[in-house]
């Protein structure tokens, strides 16, 4: 600020001028001449250098890498030794550097494991219920394309949303894992997936059996997608079969019916470009199993099959369920036909949705007005996904003379953190009724319940579903006491008459000739 200039600071500390570099030279750490990578910097497959210390490192074998940064995410597919891992997110992450020409050029994210054995994903990896947005990955030439390349057998994916994604690859492309024979559970995507073959909007390919590993398949639970999935090929030609599916392209393999899709759901149903093929509501091929799962369907549903665009032998569907009003079945079907109202109906989701846990797993579904007045639509949702508390008085019963209704007032539905607070999150939930001891039996009674407040840890306020209960006054049953033991008459000895009574014998029209009054 003085305006000196000092010439001799430039010679004494010897500045060396920034070099330009181009994308291709930035990948390459020669191109980096004096940066020490053997301590400071490091590269993670084709990439710019990332700084070391920025990573946490654990300090024994189940200790858990804490992950708040895309950097630090980039850091579990740095090698074989990383991809063992154990992983927990702490923020929501932004991926928008890893697009164009970012940290892995303009491939966008690299994923993390590829096919070979030794080098998939085998660790845990837990979002907290983080949200990664903004993916971008464009690989159109490579398999087992998504957040996650291939999912081994011993690794499990959890409690993770990724949203605003774009991610192209060639076979097996999904927006959270490219090929999946490990264990995802309460996970969602949004955005699109494109590729040639097994596209699908949360997984590309769950394996049914995994010869290349010694078996094992791939099990999917309490997820979601709401995705558009497309057809992409450099040649431009679709093949005469192939596999696209909202939430997976491809669900097992024949000789493999052992991979899974449970409790899980597809929102939309957007697809383009698809060509010959048409798309499945949930699974593109399902040699596996899918239980306990929905669609709601949307544009490009068209000439469906339900669930499942191509049914093969082996493969199951059970307590399962689409829309029948926005995905139009041409000759046969995988799942059960629902209208939207049904779709939304709290009061009937019991027999509409026969085979669902609404006090474990599901979050209830409400019409307007519904749920004790709720005032907008919703969906069925996860407990373990969604901010939902349901309240269920059903099976309230009452017996005259009892002072009210008999009620369990069942309460479900905080997500694991929150259940596992310090202090109880659930407040202010009242319960009020229509009768007392002195309704009849035979009247009407009803049990209700409202008010109810919680907030989660991260937050997010949850929203109240109630199911009031109404019933008949039962009669409660009578028991006579016995007036004590019959003996014989006192007076003839013949006939048995309550203790102090008159003797029957003498009552009667023609009185037996050897009695007398004593």
């Known amino acids: 600020s003085s305006g000196l200039s000092v010439p001799w600071v430039m010679d004494a500390v010897g500045v060396t001028p920034p070099v330009s570099l181009t994308t291709a030279q930035a990948l390459n750490p020669a191109s980096y001449a004096g940066w020490d990578f053997g301590n400071d910097w490091m590269t993670i497959g084709s990439s710019r250098p990332f700084l ?12 858990v890498f804490l992950i708040g940064s895309s950097h630090q995410l980039a850091y579990i597919g740095m090698n074989s030794q990383t991809l063992w891992g154990n992983y927990r997110m702490v923020s929501d992450i932004r991926a928008n550097e890893f697009t164009n020409a970012g940290m ?5 994210w690299r994923p993390i494991g590829i096919a070979d054995p030794n080098n998939r994903f085998l660790g845990t990896f837990n979002g907290d219920g983080h949200v990664i947005n903004g993916l971008r990955i464009n690989l159109p030439y490579s398999d087992n394309v998504g957040l996650f390349g291939f999912v081994n057998i011993t690794a499990n994916i959890s409690n993770l949303g990724i949203t605003n994604a774009s991610v192209l690859g060639h076979l097996n492309v999904g927006i959270l894992a490219g090929s999946n024979v490990g264990t995802i559970r309460a996970t969602y995507a949004t955005g699109t997936a494109a590729g040639y073959d097994n596209i699908g909007g949360l997984v590309g390919y769950n394996i049914g059996n995994d010869t290349l590993n010694g078996g094992g398949w791939g099990t999917i639970q309490q997820s979601y997608s709401n995705a558009t999935v497309s057809f992409n090929s450099w040649d431009g030609n679709p093949k005469p079969f192939f596999s696209y599916g909202l939430l997976v ?9 052992d991979a899974l899709i449970a409790d899980s759901y597809t929102l939309g149903g957007i697809t383009t470009n698809v060509g010959i093929s048409t798309t499945g509501a949930i699974a593109g091929t399902n040699y596996g199993r899918i239980e ?3 669609a709601t369907g949307g544009n490009g549903m068209a000439n469906s099959h339900g669930l499942v665009d191509n049914a093969m032998s082996g493969g199951s569907v059970y307590a399962s369920y689409y829309n029948a009003e926005k995905i139009s079945v041409s000759s046969w079907s995988e799942g059960t036909a629902r209208t939207t109202a049904q779709m939304y109906d709290l009061d009937n989701m019991w027999t509409n949705y026969a085979g669902f846990d609404f006090a474990n797993i599901w979050a209830p579904p409400n019409q307007v007005g519904q749920g004790g007045g709720i005032t907008t639509a919703h969906l069925h949702g996860l407990y373990a996904l969604d901010h939902v508390v349901f309240v269920n008085l059903a099976g309230a019963t009452m017996t005259y003379g009892d002072a009210q209704p008999n009620f369990s007032g069942s309460v479900s539905g905080l997500r694991e953190n929150d259940a596992a607070a310090p202090v109880p999150l659930i407040r202010d939930v009242g319960y009020g009724w229509s009768a007392n001891a002195t309704t009849a039996a035979g009247s009407a009674f009803s049990v209700s319940a409202g008010g109810g407040r919680a907030t989660s840890l991260d937050g997010s306020d949850y929203r109240f579903v109630y199911v009031n209960a109404t019933g008949t006054v039962a009669q409660r049953a009578i028991t006579v006491p016995s007036a004590g033991p019959m003996l014989p008459c006192r007076w003839c000895g013949r006939c048995v008459t309550w203790p102090m009574s008159r003797c029957r014998n003498l009552l009667t029209a023609s009185p037996d000739s050897s009695h007398s009054l004593p």
């Open 104 to 108: 892995f050029g303009t491939a966008g």
């Open 52 to 63: 070391r210390s920025e990573f946490f490192r654990p300090l024994g074998a189940t200790d």
């Open 249 to 257: 392209g491809r669900n097992g393999d024949d000789g493999g019916h």
């Open 292 to 294: 306990t799962s929905y």
